[in-house]
């Protein structure tokens, strides 16, 4: 800890002692002006000037577009040899014959891994929204199978339909039968995928700021200064959040990957959701005075619809009408997604907005 502060003092005297025009600058207007900056990035949002964000976002779009296009022009037999090889695969996959089976299952397990793996990706790197794919994919996902294995007393769902929908089999388990790690078995694969796309996400900034600490480089990244003041300090810090970081920092210093990878546990979702605190939950909501069997009505009411459908029964009877909960859930996954795209469309118009204060900044040393 005292090598980490030592090392934040290092860079912060060699940040203060700027060089303009031969003078020295003053560590003070460098960070005023640094703040003024933020604050003009963080205002060019759609809400408050809508023309000059899509402006900026359109070329952002292009800049990117750009410098691909030119990695990808300096490295020509790299790209002839991924055309080469999606050629071969297209053939593969379209060619009929005895492969075509096999060609399938493999499809298959692809898309189901590069899904998760995405979405894990999406999880970490979030873009600046904080939009966190666990709590409105993989959270409910292994909430849903948890219920259905202690409704269904086995794990054994038919596939197809599952994952895509979850039914029992025709043959259950006896009760009594379904243990935790035999849920956590049939999660694993979405658990372990969903995990390692938020290691990768953490990966590129991680190792970022490493090489930075490493080399005694400032980045003129300001999360990335101000983290460095929190490490700085947080032997005199009192307040839960800094310790958390702080921990985690020394978790993934200790164990890198796999420090990030243990990070996304499931086995939370598994206990919260198994029968038993489930029906806890559900009686202690209709316990709650005055509005308690209100509340508690529509949740036996979800509950039960779920267990119709995971027995083939949701055909049978009198058709029930879209119960509250469902819909204030799908009403909300479609919030959270319209938000994570606006939040992409004012993240790269504030990256644009950096470039320009960058190359201001740039000219003026020059000058």
């Known amino acids: 800890m005292a090598e980490n502060g030592k090392n934040c003092d290092q860079r912060r005297v060699a940040m203060n002692k700027e060089h303009h025009n031969g003078n020295f600058t003053d560590p003070s207007s460098v960070n005023e002006k640094k703040r003024r900056e933020r604050e003009e990035r963080q205002n060019i949002v759609l809400w408050r000037q809508p023309l000059i964000t899509l402006q900026y976002f359109s070329l952002e779009i292009l800049v990117i577009l750009k410098e691909w296009t030119s990695k990808l022009w300096h490295r020509q037999s790299i790209v002839v040899s991924f055309l080469l090889l999606l050629a071969v695969l297209i053939a593969t996959y379209y060619v009929e014959g005895v492969h075509q089976q096999y060609v399938q299952r493999i499809e298959k397990q692809f898309l189901l891994y590069a899904y998760w793996i995405g979405l894990g990706i999406l999880s970490s790197v979030g873009l600046g929204t904080g939009l ?22 086995s794990v054994n769902f038919p596939e197809p339909p ?28 979405e658990a372990c995928m969903w995990g390692i796309g938020t290691a990768i996400g953490e990966l590129p900034p991680y190792f970022m700021a490493r090489a930075a600490r490493l080399s005694g480089a400032e980045p003129d990244d300001e999360e990335y200064q101000e983290f460095e003041e929190m490490l700085e300090h947080a032997e005199s810090a009192q ?33 919260t959701f198994s029968k038993h605190i489930v029906e806890q939950m559900v009686a202690f909501i ?28 949701s055909e049978m009877g009198t058709p029930q009408g879209e119960n509250w909960l469902s819909w204030m859930f799908e009403k909300l996954v479609v919030v959270m997604v319209c938000y994570f795209i606006l939040s992409i469309i004012n993240s790269m118009a504030q990256s644009y907005a950096k470039r320009i204060q960058q190359r201001l900044n740039s000219e003026e040393k020059t000058k």
């Open 286 to 313: 209709g316990a709650v005075p005055g509005i308690g069997p209100s509340l508690q009505k529509p949740f036996q009411e979800y509950l039960e619809a779920q267990r119709q459908k995971l027995h083939h029964k």
């Open 239 to 271: 307040d839960f959040a800094s310790r958390a970081k702080l921990a985690v920092q020394k978790l993934v210093q200790k164990v890198g990957f796999f420090g990030i990878l243990a990070c996304a546990s499931k086995i939370f979702v598994i206990i």
């Open 132 to 153: 966190h794919t666990f709590l409105l994919y993989l959270g409910p996902h292994i909430a849903s199978v948890t219920l259905a294995a202690y409704e269904c007393n």
């Open 162 to 189: 599952y994952p895509d929908q979850i039914i029992c089999p025709d043959e259950e388990g006896t009760e009594g039968t379904i243990s935790l790690w035999s849920i956590i078995s049939k999660v694993r694969i």
